[in-house]
């Protein structure tokens, strides 16, 4: 059987694209190995949101080529594909670049990948089209493999961006926004809790703004669809990320307060607090609109935790501006957060201008804006010492007898508790927050009556009471 490994970069979305490549070559005959050095076809799921990311796939590209030069002495051939935002935005200029790859295919075409295989000469090896056809429509169902044990499962509901902010590559790599339709997206969460998937994560570059049709004909809006998936027996969570500010609209709200199996936690990235670079960056909202959002959320939902991403020195961003995203950070007290340094990104429009700040400044306000993110992250985990919280238990701990699985939050929970719990919504009490997860003693099944189920369902109640503060990690 030949062998396939996929390296994926970026975002949540290309995790989701791998494993539907992996689907597609399943069919053909390939199974998935984790080395990269018995590999026969390497496919690197490239991400080109920032310049680093961009970079890593050149680098790692040299290391495939002395690979498949070890490799050729051992008479095996290895092929090797691009996939992903760097295979769209580049396109042929990766082969001419790096003659060691054979394939360049962008996020839309994965369907394509065995007839590009297949191709008979270069040109014919490069699909960085926006297809009419739906990718999602071609790809097999989901083969019951090694995942066939996975209690979490990522389904992309929504690609592509029409926000066009001005620092973002996004909308070039993958497109104008598109919504996959409810009754595509029921099959695909049915056939995943068939499974024995538990959380379901729904995802797009902009996810909020899906707006599917529903099995009535009508569009229906993500508040809708959340309230429809928690109606499938066996979806225990649901998330959804990323989402935008603009598109957090009455009726998702209500989803916060009204759909149990949505988890208290959401991730709205904001990038800054200065009005000014927010209208510079076309994100179409201020700060006190950002605030009056975060104001109704928590009015629907109390214990909810905010998590966020912040862009530090965009172009003109002066000590003031800097200093109103300080002041959000302490209005809003994220319990999580990723901060970037502003990177310029060819073809967008705040790379073009001419007021670029200098690295030096930038890396100062990211360690000045990360302290105040780490600050409130440590907080945050501190604040659950104590509490009876639910703990979806996706895998064994470190240590013998330990289990361990993601808080509410996404915090990971450490606990010993017999391994037959595995795939259970375990409810422990918080005993410590250490730097990175939280320990805790293992109380019981949730809703298991021998365990005494009525107190627990009393404990789990108001677990989460108290101020929704706290923050996340600064990367
Ligand atoms: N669709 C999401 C974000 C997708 S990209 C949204 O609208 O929020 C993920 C994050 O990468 C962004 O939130 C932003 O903080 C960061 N990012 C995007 N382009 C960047 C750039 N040119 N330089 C630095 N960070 C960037
Ligand atoms: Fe990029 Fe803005 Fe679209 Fe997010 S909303 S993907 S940051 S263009
Ligand atoms: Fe990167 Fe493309 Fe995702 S640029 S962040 S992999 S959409």
Not at 76 to 93: K, N
Not at 144 to 161: D, K, P
């Amino acid at each position: 059987m030949k062998k396939v490994h996929v390296k994926s970069y970026g975002c949540q979305m290309n995790v989701y694209d791998a494993e539907r490549m992996a689907d597609v070559l399943a069919a053909q005959g390939y199974e998935e190995t984790p080395s990269v050095d018995d590999a026969d076809l390497v496919i690197l799921n490239t991400c080109h949101i920032r310049e680093k990311a961009a970079e890593k796939v050149y680098s790692e590209l040299g290391r495939i080529r002395e690979n498949k030069a070890v490799r050729a002495r051992q008479g095996l051939e290895t092929r090797v594909v691009v996939a992903g935002c760097v295979a769209q935005a580049e396109g042929a200029e990766i082969m001419r670049r790096a003659p060691v790859v054979d394939v360049v295919v962008g996020p839309q075409s994965y369907h394509r990948l065995p007839e590009l295989l297949a191709a008979r000469n270069r040109d014919a090896a490069i699909d960085i089209e926006f297809p009419v056809e739906d990718k999602f429509r071609a790809l097999p169902a989901r083969r019951n493999g090694a995942e066939g044990r996975n209690v979490s499962a990522f389904l992309t509901i929504q690609e592509g961006c029409d926000k066009f902010c001005t620092f973002c590559v996004v909308p070039y790599t993958r497109g104008a926004e598109t919504s996959r339709p409810v009754a595509a997206l029921l099959e695909e969460a049915k056939r995943l809790v068939g499974l024995g998937v538990k959380e379901l994560t729904l995802l797009g570059q902009n996810v909020n703004a899906w707006h599917g049709e529903g099995p009535d004909g009508k569009t229906w809006s993500l508040g809708r669809l959340l309230r429809r998936l928690a109606d499938i027996d066996g979806v225990e969570r649901l998330r959804y990320t990323t989402s935008h500010p603009r598109d957090m609209d009455d009726e998702l709200i209500a989803a916060h307060r009204d759909v149990p199996q949505l988890m208290p936690y959401l991730h709205l990235p904001v990038q800054a607090g200065s009005d000014r670079i927010l209208a510079a960056m076309n994100r179409r909202h201020t700060a006190d609109d950002y605030r009056r959002i975060i104001d109704r959320v928590r009015a629907a939902r109390p214990d909810i935790a905010l998590s966020s991403d912040f862009i530090v020195g965009f172009p003109g961003e002066t000590d003031a501006d800097f200093a109103e995203t300080m002041r959000l950070v302490n209005d809003v007290r994220f319990a999580s957060a990723f901060s970037f340094k502003y990177s310029a990104r060819p073809g967008t429009p705040a790379a073009d201008r001419e007021d670029q700040l200098p690295e030096d400044v930038k890396s100062a306000r990211l360690a000045e804006l990360q302290a105040a993110l780490e600050r409130d992250r440590i907080a945050f985990n501190q604040a659950m010492t104590g509490r009876v919280i639910e703990v979806l238990v996706d895998r064994k701990g470190r240590a013998a007898g330990q289990m361990a699985g993601k808080s509410p939050y996404l915090q990971g929970v450490h606990f010993e508790a017999p391994e037959a719990i595995f795939g259970a919504v375990a409810v422990v009490e918080v005993l410590e927050a250490t730097a990175g997860s939280l320990r805790a003693r293992y109380l019981g099944v949730k809703g298991a009556s021998a365990l005494g189920g009525g107190a627990f369902h009393q404990a789990s109640a108001a677990p989460y009471s108290g101020a929704a503060q706290g923050i996340a990690n600064a990367t």
